[in-house]
C-alpha cells in the first residue's frame, strides 16, 4: 500500500471497475520477480531459454495480431483538436475516457492487478519524474522491472511529494478491435487496453517518456525526444556526448553500441541510452540530458556480432525475448544472426519452421535487457545530473537524397533539418513497409502535441544560449544505381561522428551547401575503407534538382499545419530554394 492518499484512491477506483481477484503493490525486488516469473512459467507465458546457453533467459510469444505499436489506435486527448495537431490522432479528453473506460469494466476478473510504481531517469537526478502503470500483465511487469526503477524507491519518491503520471493497463481479450492507447497530458494519465505489445503497454516506455513527458516538457521548459545518447572518448581521454534521432528500426541501438573500427586504436564509444533523451538547459547555457530508461528494448532481427558486437555480448543472459525463433535446444535464434541458419527451428509463433509461413523470428522480435550488462555502458550512464551534449544528429532513412552527412547553418535551419525529416518505414509500426513519410526529430508516432508547436518550442531554445550543441543529419542508407548501399555503416559510422565532434571544436573542413555544410574532400578519415572517389562524391552530393522538389515536398507537409507553422521554418525553405535556384541557374 501506500501513504499517498490520493494514489491509494485511485488504485481502489480502478479496482472497482476492473474487479481484479487480487492486488498487489510490486516493491521491485528479486523474490518478487522470481515469483512473477515462476508463475509465467507455470501458465506457459514464458519459456525458459537454455539455462546452460542462455542463463536466466525467457522466451514469450505475443498473439500473432499483437506485434506492434498500433499508430492508429493511438491518441492524444486534448482540449482543443489543435492543440493535438495533424500529426495526432486526436479525441475530447471526455469522448477518450467514455470510449475506453467501458472496455475496463470487469477486465481483470480472475486475474491479479499489479500496481508497479516506478521512476524514469536516475535515482537523485532532479530530472527524473514517476509515474505508476496499473496492469494485469505479469509480462508488463516483469519487463518494466527491467526498463524502469521500480517498486518501494520509486514509491518513496512519489510519496516524498513529486508529482506522478498515472498508467492504466490491461490486455484485455487482445481483440484488435477493443484495442486503444489513450493520453490525457492534461490529467498526467494514460490508459491502454487490448495489446500486450511492449510499446503498447509498457507505459513507461513510449507513452509516459515521449508523449506525456513532452507535453510536460513544453510547459517546463526542456526537450523530451526520441534519441540515443552516446559519448565518444578520444585516444586523449576527453568524452563529448551526442544526442542522436532516427525513427525505430533505423540503426539506433547500433550507434549507440557502436564499436569504432580498427583504424580508430585508441578511441572508444560509451551508450549512455538507445532510445529515449530528456535533455535540460543548465544555468551555464549548456544542454545536458538523461536517459530515463534503465534498460533496451531492441529489435533483435539483424542485430549480430558483425553490427552490434556490445549488443550481442550485452544479451545471452538475464534477457527476456519476445517473438524470436528458437533451435530445438531453446536457444534463441533470428534472421541476420551469425552463422549458419539451423536446420530445425521453431518459429516465433510456435510452430516448425517453414520458410512458406514467413520468417522464423517476426521482423519485430525485440529483446529486453538491462543497460548495465551493456560492455559499453556508460560511467555517467546513471549520473543524476545526465551528460553535457555537443552535438545533435538527425538520420533518416533514404536510398536517395540525403547526403551521408551535413551540418545545419544555425539553430533555426537544424530546427528546420530536424521537421523536416522524412524515412522509409519500418516492421516497428504496423503498416506497410518501405513507404517515405515525414518523421520530424523521429517523433511522428510520440510528439504529445501539435508538432508546429513543437518546433516553435525547439526553436525557442536559439535565444536563450549561445551554448547549444550543433546539429547534423545523417543518411546511412544512400544507395547506388544497382540499388545497393554505398556506405558500410555499422562501425564505420564512427569515421562521420569525428567529424561531427571535430567542426564543433572548430576544426574539420566542409563546404558550405544551400542544405547545409557537407564535409570537403578528405575532411573524413576513410583510411581502410574500399570506397572510390565516385562512390565517396555520390555519398555527399547534393542535386539541385533533387533537392528543389525535395523542398516542395516539404513545404507540402508544412502546409498541413496551417497558420501554427513557425515563420523561421517558411523562411528556412525558402532561403533553401532560393539558394538551389540560383544553383541551377548558374
Request: charged share 20%; proline share 7%.
Amino acid at each position: 500500500m501506500t501513504k499517498n492518499a490520493e494514489l491509494a484512491a485511485w488504485v481502489d477506483q480502478v479496482a472497482q471497475l476492473t474487479k481484479p481477484a487480487r492486488i498487489h503493490w510490486c516493491d521491485g525486488t528479486d523474490a518478487e520477480n522470481d515469483a512473477i516469473i515462476a508463475q509465467m512459467l507455470d501458465s506457459g507465458d514464458l519459456i525458459r531459454l537454455n539455462e546452460k546457453t542462455h542463463p536466466n533467459c525467457f522466451l514469450h510469444r505475443s498473439d500473432p495480431q499483437d506485434v506492434a505499436r498500433v499508430e492508429h489506435l493511438t491518441f492524444v486527448c486534448t482540449r482543443e483538436q489543435e492543440d493535438a495537431g495533424p500529426n495526432n490522432n486526436w479525441l475530447a479528453p471526455e469522448e477518450g475516457h467514455a470510449k475506453v473506460d467501458p472496455l475496463f469494466e470487469g477486465c481483470m476478473r480472475g486475474r491479479t492487478m499489479y500496481v508497479v510504481p516506478y521512476l524514469m531517469g536516475p535515482y537523485g537526478s532532479p530530472y527524473a519524474r514517476a509515474g505508476v502503470e496499473i496492469t494485469d500483465s505479469p509480462y508488463v511487469v516483469v519487463n518494466m522491472r527491467i526498463m524502469a526503477r521500480i517498486g518501494q524507491r520509486a514509491l518513496e519518491h512519489i510519496e516524498a511529494g513529486n508529482s506522478i503520471v498515472r498508467g492504466l493497463h490491461s490486455t484485455g481479450d487482445l481483440d484488435p478491435e477493443r484495442r486503444f492507447i489513450m493520453h490525457f497530458p492534461d490529467e498526467l494519465m494514460i490508459k491502454s487496453i487490448g495489446s500486450g505489445y511492449g510499446g503498447n503497454a509498457l507505459l513507461g516506455k513510449k507513452c509516459h517518456a515521449l508523449r506525456i513527458a513532452s507535453a510536460q516538457a513544453r510547459t517546463e521548459g526542456w526537450l523530451a525526444e526520441h534519441m540515443l545518447i552516446l559519448g565518444v572518448e578520444s585516444p586523449a581521454g576527453e568524452t563529448r556526448y551526442i544526442a542522436a534521432a532516427f525513427p525505430s528500426a533505423c540503426g539506433k541501438t547500433n550507434l549507440a553500441m557502436l564499436v569504432p573500427p580498427a583504424e580508430f586504436d585508441g578511441w572508444k564509444v560509451w551508450t549512455v541510452g538507445d532510445d529515449i533523451a530528456w535533455m535540460h538547459l543548465a544555468d551555464d547555457g549548456q544542454l545536458w540530458a538523461i536517459n530515463p530508461e534503465a534498460g533496451f528494448f531492441g529489435v533483435a532481427p539483424g542485430t549480430s556480432l558483425k553490427t552490434n558486437p556490445n549488443c550481442m555480448n550485452t544479451l545471452g543472459r538475464n534477457a527476456i525475448y519476445t517473438n524470436v525463433a528458437v533451435t530445438p535446444d531453446l536457444q534463441p535464434w533470428w534472421e541476420g544472426m551469425d552463422g549458419d541458419k539451423p536446420a530445425e527451428l521453431i518459429d516465433w509463433q510456435g510452430r516448425p519452421h517453414d520458410p512458406a509461413n514467413g520468417p522464423a523470428a517476426h521482423p519485430n522480435a525485440r529483446f529486453t535487457v538491462a543497460a548495465s550488462q551493456c560492455p559499453s555502458f556508460s560511467p555517467q550512464g546513471d549520473a543524476p545530473a545526465g551528460v553535457p551534449i555537443s552535438a545533435i544528429v538527425f538520420g533518416g532513412r533514404r536510398s536517395t537524397v540525403a547526403p551521408l552527412v551535413f551540418e545545419a547553418l544555425d539553430w533555426s535551419h537544424g530546427v528546420f533539418a530536424g521537421a523536416a525529416m522524412a524515412s522509409e518505414t519500418t516492421a516497428a509500426a504496423t503498416g506497410k513497409v518501405g513507404q517515405v513519410r515525414r518523421d520530424p526529430m523521429a517523433m511522428k508516432p510520440f510528439c504529445g502535441y501539435n508538432f508546429a508547436d513543437y518546433w516553435q518550442h525547439w526553436l525557442g531554445f536559439g535565444p536563450k544560449s549561445g551554448k547549444l550543441p550543433r546539429i547534423f543529419h545523417v543518411n546511412w542508407f544512400r544507395k547506388d544505381d544497382n540499388g545497393r548501399f554505398m556506405w558500410p555503416g555499422f562501425g564505420d559510422n564512427m569515421r562521420v561522428l569525428e567529424w561531427v565532434l571535430e567542426r564543433c571544436a572548430g576544426r574539420a573542413e566542409a563546404v558550405k551547401t544551400p542544405i547545409g555544410y557537407v564535409p570537403e574532400a578528405g575532411a573524413l578519415n576513410l583510411d581502410g575503407l574500399d570506397l572510390d572517389r565516385k562512390t565517396v562524391q555520390d555519398l555527399l552530393s547534393i542535386d539541385p534538382r533533387v533537392w528543389h522538389e525535395e523542398i516542395d515536398q516539404i513545404e507540402a507537409y508544412f502546409a498541413t499545419y496551417g497558420e501554427r507553422l513557425p515563420q523561421a521554418l517558411r523562411d528556412q525553405a525558402a532561403r533553401i530554394k532560393a539558394a538551389l535556384e540560383d544553383q541551377l541557374a548558374a
